[in-house]
T-cell receptor
């Protein structure tokens, strides 16, 4: 089955440590995205990548970094510079379909930093 | 820039009640419009979409019509079930024809359906 996998589902880290969240897709989609969701709030775009070896900052990129070395993979690193890293992180991918850009989401990773 | 406004929640209904969740948007040109649903602790699932004016998207008993004259895409369902309890997000994609496009999301509306 095609889809997007994120691992792990729950992640715990101590303050001051960097942590990398995994996102893999086997949908052959060109574009991939990372969002942050805080309790009771909508989604905020962190980074996105439209092709391999290229990515752009979203609305809240400070304290995060990404890489896109393979079409299937788009890992997100939450650095110690991110002031409030505890959140639910969602990865998505998209491909043009009949002129739309609908995005498909992974199950998410809940990160807790103490 | 593009923006999406959803009705404030939470919304609480009894089973078999009629549901409307309002969504209005601001965008240049003719964006595509989406409704996504998020069940507790999970990612978002695409519920329905519409790509041009007067299109009606439908899925699982939910419907929404793309109204350009009122810049709206309200979500409706004639008879809700307890299993419809979730957070619903309205979203739009821009018209820039690149490989992949940013989505602009509303804040989400929490729906709770009681038996």
């Amino acid at each position: 089955d095609g889809g997007i996998t994120q691992s792990p589902k729950y992640l715990f880290r101590k303050e001051g440590q960097n942590v990398t969240l995994s996102c893999e897709q086997n949908l052959n989609h060109d574009a991939m995205y990372w969002y942050r969701q805080d309790p009771g709030q909508g989604l905020r775009l962190i980074y996105y990548s439209q092709i391999v070896n290229d990515f752009q900052k979203g609305d809240i990129a400070e304290g995060y970094s990404v890489s896109r070395e393979k079409k299937e993979s788009f890992p997100l690193t939450v650095t110690s510079a991110q002031k409030n890293p505890t959140a639910f992180y969602l990865c998505a991918s998209s491909i043009e379909s009949t002129g739309t850009y609908e995005q498909y989401f992974g199950p998410g990773t809940r990160l807790t930093v103490t | 820039g593009d923006s999406v406004t959803q009705m404030e929640g939470p919304v609480t209904l009894s089973e078999e009640a009629f549901l409307t969740i309002n969504c209005t948007y601001t965008a240049t040109g003719y964006p595509s419009l989406f409704w996504y649903v998020q069940y507790p602790g999970e990612g978002l699932q695409l519920l329905l979409k519409a790509t041009k004016a007067d299109d009606k998207g439908s899925n699982k008993g939910f419907e929404a019509t793309y109204r350009k004259e009122t810049t709206s895409f309200h979500l409706e369902k004639g008879s809700v079930q307890v299993s419809d309890s979730a957070v619903y997000f309205c979203a739009l994609s821009g018209v820039v024809r690149t490989s992949g496009s940013r989505l602009t999301f509303g804040e989400g509306t929490q729906l709770t359906v009681n038996p």
